[in-house]
């Protein structure tokens, strides 16, 4: 079985696509794998350490804010864009896949739909509850349309048929991890409440912000364990806040601030109650591991869809949302002592997102690659 996958441009679309093709060659160790994708992009790196293969091909997005920057952005996508057909044809003649899978990102386009168009049998799939202009523009090429919650299908039109509700892929470790084990590894009391709460790998200004007043309005009574991801931007800005607002964390146990979460199952599985942006995987973990969660939706992202994602959960009453425009500290800190100090609606907010987790989804993505393999 030889499977091409076409994604790139985010972790959230290229991480999917090696947990998949990690899967497929645990099922069958002899099935030929490739990626493709954007010689400059995340992909590049990402999936040789990954251990597959990597074909590359020059893609580019389109910036839609009108700046000299952007025009000569998009001046050099249509240039790419003219070449990208051609590059697909010979990936795809040359490797001779029997199905190929776009995972999302401009780079998924050109392939997937050149692969449509030699007769190859193609996937789609849509991490988000809002389906990206990708997505909506394979949905009439592709064979197959899998989709991580039920209602991006009504975003699809015509295509019903074709989709198959199969969840996103969640790492092996966030199932696995134990909350008493992952607590005394952390050093948490096994009665205080956990908050880890983080605003993605750059760092959310208006997050490490709120945070910023979370953190100086619960560290001197040190009942809250609290880990804190800044990301890159907010390395320096929240020491600074934390400053000014006379928190000196020296020697503190109970608050932990990093760059980066490099140990997210653990500290998924010791939180009690997650602050975070609301990105497709991480609420698939998440709901996997059955957390409560006040979600803040990135107003900057494409059409929008964290905003949709963080509804799924907020419409099924597994989270509650503040949108960035509503997030300010003092609304923050009142939404987390309602929620702490109700015990029964933190854990019932667990338990709803728990149940709208699909933790087999590697597994149902792996059938439906085989169906058309099958079909082929």
Known sequence: MKILFAGGGTAGHINPAI?????????????????????????????????????????????????????????????????????????????????????????SGPVVRKAAQMGVKTITHEQNAFPGVTTKLLSGYVDKILLAVPEAKKYLGECDDKCVITGNPIRGSVLKADRDVSRIELGIPDDKVCILSFGGSLGARRINEAIADLIAWHYKRGKIWHIHATGSYGVDLLPELLKEKGVDLTGCKHISIREYIDDMPRCLAAADLVISRAGAITLSEIEAAGRASILIPSPNVAENHQYHNAMALYNRNAAVVIEEKDLTGEHLCKQVEELISDPFTLRHLGNNARSMAIIDSNERIYREILSLVEKK
Do not use: W
């Not at 020059?58 to 790419?80: C, D, P, T």
């Not at 864009?81 to 899978?101: W, Y």
């Open 19 to 107: 947990a998949v093709a990690s899967y497929i060659k645990q099922r069958q160790p002899d099935a030929s794998i490739l990626f493709c994708g954007n010689p400059h992009g995340m992909e590049a790196s990402l999936v040789p350490k990954a251990g597959f293969d990597f074909a590359p091909i020059k893609v580019k997005g389109f910036q839609r804010q009108l700046s000299l920057r952007n025009i000569k952005n998009n001046a050099m996508a249509v240039a790419y864009l003219a070449t990208a057909g051609a590059r697909a044809r010979q990936i795809i003649k040359d490797f001779q896949p029997d199905v190929v899978m776009g995972t999302g990102g401009y780079v």
